[in-house]
């Protein structure tokens, strides 16, 4: 799980499902992987539009995504 010390992921979860893997997927892209963490391509793809990642880094991903 990524780690974000400033925020209450049991707040996060409150919020419903949908939030919560939209701000996991946003923190494991944003800050990285750890302990063999992987990100499941089709929930990335799923929210691929709500995400909130810088733009190069976005790009670089979608990138990755396609090839």
């Known amino acids: 799980m990524p780690r974000n010390w400033s925020a209450d992921e ?4 409150e919020k419903g499902q949908r939030t919560h893997t ?3 997927l946003e923190q ?3 800050f990285g992987l750890v302990n063999g963490e ?6 990335l793809r799923k929210y691929w539009k709500n995400l909130n990642l810088d733009k190069e880094r976005k790009k670089t991903v979608e ?3 396609n090839n």
């Open 22 to 24: 939209i701000w996991k």
């Open 38 to 43: 992987k990100i499941k391509a089709s929930e």
């Open 63 to 65: 990138f990755l995504m």
């Open 10 to 13: 049991a707040k996060i979860k």
């Open 28 to 30: 494991m892209v944003n």
